[in-house]
């Protein structure tokens, strides 16, 4: 069925390091976004990112449509960074439903 | 996000209160949509509102009702919920359907 997977699903960094996270698609998407939820629950978009590369400071995303995955890149990783990282894709025959993936909980220590 | 501005931020209520939570963009996005969210588990869609007519409801319960009555408002009126309707209640706008989705910061929801 239709599916959105992140992993990995917990991630504890120093503070400075870079950390990759990936997110698998199970068909053809319209639409895939990165969100960081902080810890008062603010759902903060980061990337559109249906395909392609894009950049924001220190974070990016790929997004590798014909493969069915995404990965989003922090870079420097701060201590404001911690938080819940949703992956979130849209469904070519789901109308406008966006589908969730369980999320990559990340912790930076100082 | 902040464009999309929900109210309350916290709500209380019993289970034979009638209460609504609200929601309002100013962008010009013409779909909205009201989203559950528990602890620890990502959100899920409950309603979608397209050009002001519902045009997704996940099999929702009818103790949760939306209202959308006009471009820039949305609401969930409230009635006779259950403890296990204790969530964040999440608020999103997008340009079309097809667009990316903007969050509103959310009514944390508690039944007593």
């Known amino acids: 069925g239709i599916q959105v997977e992140q992993s990995p699903p917990d991630l504890i960094l120093q503070e400075g390091a870079n950390s990759t996270l990936r997110c698998n698609f199970s068909d053809s998407v319209n639409n895939l976004q990165w969100f960081h939820q902080n810890p008062w629950g603010q759902l903060i978009n980061l990337f559109y990112?249906?395909?392609g590369t894009k950049q924001n400071g220190r974070l990016s995303a790929t997004t590798v449509a014909t493969e069915r995955y995404s990965l989003l890149y922090i870079s420097s990783s701060q201590t404001t960074d911690s938080g819940v990282y949703f992956c979130a894709a849209r469904f070519y025959n789901q109308g406008g439903k966006l589908i969730f993936g369980q999320g990559t909980e990340l912790s930076v220590k100082p | 996000d902040t464009e999309v501005t929900q109210t309350p931020k916290h709500l209380v209520m019993g289970m034979t209160n009638k209460k609504s939570l609200k929601c309002e963009q100013h962008?010009?996005?013409?779909?909205m949509y009201w989203y559950k969210q528990k602890a620890k588990k990502p959100p899920e869609l409950m309603f979608v509102y397209s050009y002001e007519k519902l045009s997704i409801n996940e099999s929702v319960p009818s103790r949760f009702s939306p209202e959308c009555p006009n471009s820039s408002l949305l609401n969930l009126h409230l009635h006779a919920l259950q403890p296990e309707d204790s969530a964040l209640y999440l608020c999103?706008?997008?340009?079309?359907?097809?667009?990316?989705?903007?969050f509103g910061d959310g009514t944390r929801l508690s039944i007593l």
């Open positions: 990112i249906p395909s």
């Open positions: 999103a706008s997008s340009q079309g359907s097809n667009q990316p989705q903007h």
């Open positions: 962008m010009g996005h013409r779909a």
